[in-house]
């Protein structure tokens, strides 16, 4: 597994993801707001990771005597759709100060536990010789570690049943490209990477088995945010008979949050759409660049979490 997340007590190192695969740069923090900063630029991003990391920004505003108010709400600012950061900070916040570093690393170990329990349970669900359509990047440099569908898909790999992975390239961020097929290669997991626009002719084709993505927020009744493309892929997946599973860490699971309709969808920079790293290709246009999407509940097969596969309603908090 590929180390992203470096925590020394002092300081925060985070792997630089704006960058990967083509350098390996690492961004040192040693405030919250750095912390944040980091959050909001996507230099870490994949909403469990974001929950890990920004448990970790508050372990540094204990240790260096920052105001802990301002620490938690510049980091709960700093991307609003992936409800693991709520989550993260929510779990911090009823404990002593002092006690938030041996939080944070908890959350971080456990999220590694809980990946390898929804691989396990997502594998159960596949087939000998699946092949597996996947989205953005939901694999170590998205969590902890292991990764949620990525979790699956590498679950699912171990066990013998995997035969290919569809990388979808993930426009307009490239979290597939970049990050996804980086992560399947250096492990050896076959793979194919795709423009978005081939899902449709990868399924009319037949060469889909299940679409496994993973989630940044789903609501009580089922609705799932996860990465732009994600409802296309629903809709293409319903229409030709294809399993469409969302692998989901229960952390991710917003019961205040009734439906899809009360989910908020971050908007990023135009630039992102017009180019990418510093190469621009289109005019000066406007441009609309949500970065995610809900899917309606009745358009999922399954919800892969750690404590099970679940439909909605989902089962209540103690289960
Ligand atoms: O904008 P990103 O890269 O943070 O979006 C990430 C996704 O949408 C992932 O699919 C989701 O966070 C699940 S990661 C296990």
């Given amino acids: 597994m590929v180390e992203h997340i470096r925590y020394t007590g002092d300081a925060l190192d985070l792997l630089d993801q704006r960058v990967l695969p083509a350098e390996e740069k690492w961004i040192h923090c040693t405030t919250s707001s750095e912390v944040a900063d980091a959050i909001r630029d996507m230099v870490v991003r994949g909403a469990p990771a974001i929950g890990v990391t920004a448990a970790y920004g508050m372990a540094l505003a204990v240790r260096h005597g920052e105001d802990l108010d301002r620490a938690h709400q510049v980091l709960m600012d700093s991307r609003p759709t992936a409800v ?8 911090l916040a009823p404990l002593d100060p002092s006690e938030w570093e041996a939080e944070a690393r908890r959350i971080h170990e456990e999220d590694i536990a809980l990946n390898k329990a929804i691989g396990a349970y997502g594998t159960s669900l596949l087939g000998e010789g699946t092949r597996i359509y996947h989205h953005c990047n939901t694999g170590t440099l998205a969590t902890g570690g292991w990764g949620t569908a990525l979790g699956v898909i590498r679950s699912a790999w171990e066990a013998g049943k995997l035969e290919h992975v569809w990388v979808g390239e993930t426009r307009p961020y490239l979290q597939g490209a970049r990050l996804t097929a980086y992560e399947l290669q250096v492990e050896d997991i076959p793979c194919t990477l795709v423009t978005d626009s081939t899902a449709a002719t990868l399924m009319a084709a037949g060469k889909v088995d299940a679409v496994v993505v993973g989630c940044d927020r789903v609501a009580a009744n089922g609705d799932t945010a996860n990465k732009i493309g994600t409802l296309g892929l629903a809709i293409l997946a319903k229409h030709y008979g294809v399993p469409m599973y969302i692998a989901m860490p229960t952390s991710t699971l917003d019961r205040r949050c009734p439906s899809g309709a009360e989910i908020p969808i971050e908007e990023r920079d135009p ?29 999922i097969t399954a919800w892969i979490t750690e404590k099970g596969v679940w439909h909605p309603p989902f089962p209540p908090e103690a289960d």
Avoid: K, Q, S
């Fill in 271 to 299: 630039a992102e759409v017009r180019g990418h790293r510093g190469v621009t290709w289109a005019a000066d246009v406007p441009v609309y660049n949500p970065a995610f999407d809900v899917t309606p509940a009745e358009l």
């Fill in 84 to 91: 693991n950061l709520r989550w993260a900070l929510e779990r």
